[in-house]
């Protein structure tokens, strides 16, 4: 029997194997030994099951924290050594410095840092600086430094983050999108029909961690002004509140709690009959490297209001499946989210020509076989 050289998955959370490299996990462990590693927060048992993988839990946080991240790196290390992995391949900050030093330490072969966002964008004074240096350790580190998209790439050079060459996998995103998956099966449209209750009103819905970055206080204040205009208008918001890294303003979330046409459904496991029963996605968020939510309202035939950032700007063609605004701009995002309603004959063109642009471009399988054909050119 072959004997399957070791890729090693490293995420700092279990959250993010779960939800960023669902499938692709498994359809790699058909060409390699497939081992993933991340923070156990209850899920990584689960991970393993569904993609038929084994696990490893190596306590991490997401915030600095020096003396645990000694720890951490330790820890990486020794199992690192003891796996001796062909491939450590990385991504989300912590899990990627650490990952790519202590795999640097252990003389892997091949330590892939796969960079999906770049926290320093929307920082400033020491800890950009800190974040920045951050940056430039991990792709030292590395063999190989993998932008997720043109944006990020874009960045990375500008910043002089490496020298390395950098070249991003297929049209970009981590993973792609399982269009069978996303998509509006009768299950999903009764559901959203629960969701809906009846309500003609034009649906606006945002998906994603609640914080500033996110640009939660900008679609709340520009909201809270549609709202006061219009009575066919309405806001679902589906993510967690982060109180400790980058919270949310008392008065944004003042406006949740009077606002009437905002529902505020928190975390949810399935999205699909919340992108169904909506119009409109909306994320102004103020940094990413190629968000999953806007292929998935994409798969699900939602156009799309983005801020024009990394990774946005490349699954949305202006005017044709969304549109794109600046960032941290309240009333750029009135003005957008106000002609979406005005016009619904345009919204409705834009959203009948966004599942089959999403499709032609970033089809998981192809992401997939992308990126092992990226690993076996190793």
């Known amino acids: 029997m072959q004997i399957r050289e070791k890729l090693l998955r490293l995420t700092t959370i279990d959250g993010s194997l779960d939800t960023l490299l669902k499938g692709q996990l498994r359809y790699m462990n058909e060409s390699f030994e497939v081992v993933g590693v991340a923070d156990d927060s209850g899920r990584l048992d689960a991970v393993a099951a569904r993609e038929g993988i084994r696990t490893v839990a190596v306590p991490m946080r997401r915030a600095i924290s020096p003396l645990a991240d000694l720890r951490s790196l330790l820890r990486l290390f020794r199992l690192f050594?003891?796996?001796?992995?062909?491939?450590?391949?990385?991504?989300?900050?912590?899990?990627?410095?650490?990952?790519?030093?202590?795999?640097?330490?252990?003389?892997v072969p091949h330590r892939i840092y796969l960079v999906t966002g770049l926290r320093f964008e929307t920082t400033h004074g020491a800890l950009r600086f800190v974040l920045k240096t951050m940056e430039r350790i991990t792709c030292l580190c590395a063999t190989k430094v993998i932008p997720e998209g043109e944006g990020v790439k874009a960045t990375l050079l500008r910043e002089r983050i490496t020298r390395k060459p950098l070249q991003?996998?297929?049209?970009?995103?981590?993973?792609?999108?399982?269009?069978?998956?996303?998509?509006?099966?009768?299950?999903?449209?009764?559901?959203?029909?629960e969701l809906r209750a009846g309500s003609e009103a034009f649906t606006f819905l945002f998906i994603g961690r609640m914080v500033r970055d996110k640009g939660i206080e900008e679609l709340l204040a520009a909201f809270d002004r549609l709202a006061h205009e219009r009575d066919d208008v309405r806001l679902l918001?589906?993510?967690?509140?982060?109180?400790?890294?980058?919270?949310?303003?008392?008065?944004?979330?003042?406006?949740?709690?009077?606002n009437p046409k905002i529902r505020f459904a928190g975390f949810q496991s399935d999205v699909r009959p919340y992108l169904a029963a909506s119009?409109?996605?909306?994320?102004?968020?103020?940094?990413?490297?190629?968000?999953?939510?806007?292929?998935?309202?994409?798969?699900?035939?939602?156009?799309?209001?983005?801020?024009?950032?990394?990774?946005?700007?490349?699954?949305?063609?202006?005017?044709r499946n969304g549109t794109i605004i600046p960032k941290q701009d309240t009333d750029a995002l009135y003005d957008a989210m106000r002609r979406f309603v005005a016009d619904r004959a345009a919204t409705r063109t834009m959203a009948a020509a966004a599942r089959d642009l999403t499709a032609s471009r970033y089809l998981q399988q192809d992401v997939w076989r992308a990126t092992r054909e990226m690993y076996q050119t190793l």
């Open 81 to 107: 050594r003891r796996e001796r992995p062909l491939i450590v391949h990385a991504n989300t900050p912590k899990a990627s410095l650490l990952g790519m030093v202590a795999a640097w330490l252990a003389r």
């Open 168 to 193: 991003k996998i297929h049209h970009g995103n981590i993973n792609g999108i399982d269009i069978a998956h996303f998509d509006r099966t009768a299950e999903v449209e009764r559901r959203a029909a």
């Open 237 to 258: 918001l589906v993510g967690n509140f982060e109180d400790e890294l980058d919270p949310v303003s008392p008065a944004a979330k003042s406006i949740i709690e009077r």
């Open 279 to 319: 119009d409109t996605l909306v994320l102004p968020s103020y940094r990413e490297g190629f968000p999953n939510v806007v292929l998935q309202a994409g798969a699900m035939g939602l156009p799309c209001i983005v801020t024009d950032i990394n990774g946005c700007n490349e699954a949305i063609i202006e005017g």
